[in-house]
T-cell receptor, first 113, second 114 residues
Framework: ETGVTQTPRHLVMGMTNKKSLKCEQH?????MYWYKQSAKKPLELMFVYNFKEQTENNSVPSRFSPECPNSSHLFLHLHTLQPEDSALYLCASSQENRGGGYTFGSGTRLTVV | AQKITQTQPGMFVQEKEAVTLDCTYD???????LFWYKQPSSGEMIFLIYQGSYDEQNATEGRYSLNFQKARKSANLVISASQLGDSAMYFC???????????FGAGTILRVKS
């Protein structure tokens, strides 16, 4: 258990489905992140939330919609995805930006069929 | 913009030997942080070691040490006495001076042979 919990661990969805990924941390961190990890590509930062406010959207398509209702929870709402969106989606949280303050979840492995 | 380069897609090491994983970076910031993470096949990212740009001594954490050469902009990870459980993907990453984004390199797959 890393302190950051992601559910579900695995998800298979059709291109017309709507699903949500959930991330939860009780580490007292005030920043949360979504990263996408595709095969043979570096981790890509998708969204950054600081104190529940979105501070970064890294040119992510609108079919990905983040939501941060409080500092402990982060969601990624998915709709009308494409097969190339299949990847490992990692959530992370931090209190400081140094000293190993980033804690990652185990990820959700998403397959779009 | 920051950039991390890991030139070794894959590495092999014999059990109990040391191995160095290369990482170079590019930034215009004066203050930054450098990290190494381990990602086993389970997918989670495990923090290994951190080096601040103003830290004069190389960071060490158990069998992990970071060979920080600021002038060359390199932050290589050294794993001593490799174990079979060290087999994983290893990522070098950095944060900028302002803000809290963590930028990753492409990673190096390490395989420890018995």
């Amino acid at each position: 258990e890393t302190g950051v919990t992601q559910t579900p661990r695995h998800l298979v969805m059709g291109m017309t489905n709507k699903k949500s990924l959930k991330c939860e941390q009780h580490l007292g961190h005030n920043a949360m992140y979504w990263y996408k990890q595709s095969a043979k590509k570096p981790l890509e930062l998708m969204f950054v939330y600081n104190f529940k406010e979105q501070t970064e959207n890294n040119s992510v398509p609108s079919r990905f919609s983040p939501e941060c209702p409080n500092s402990s929870h982060l969601f990624l709402h998915l709709h009308t995805l494409q097969p190339e969106d299949s990847a490992l989606y990692l959530c992370a949280s931090s209190q400081e930006n140094r000293g190993g303050g980033y804690t990652f979840g185990s990820g959700t492995r998403l397959t779009v069929v | 913009a920051q950039k991390i380069t890991q030139t070794q897609p894959g590495m092999f090491v014999q059990e109990k030997e040391a191995v160095t994983l290369d990482c170079t970076y590019d930034t215009s910031d004066q203050s930054y942080g450098l990290f190494w993470y381990k990602q086993p096949s389970s997918g989670e990212m495990i923090f290994l070691i951190y080096q601040g740009s103003y830290d004069e001594q190389n960071a060490t954490e158990g069998r992990y040490s970071l060979n920080f050469q600021k002038a060359r902009k390199s932050a290589n990870l050294v794993i001593s006495a490799s174990q079979l459980g060290d087999s994983a993907m290893y990522f070098c990453a950095m944060t900028e001076e302002y803000g809290n984004k963590l930028v990753f390199g492409a990673g190096t797959i390490l395989r420890v042979k018995s």
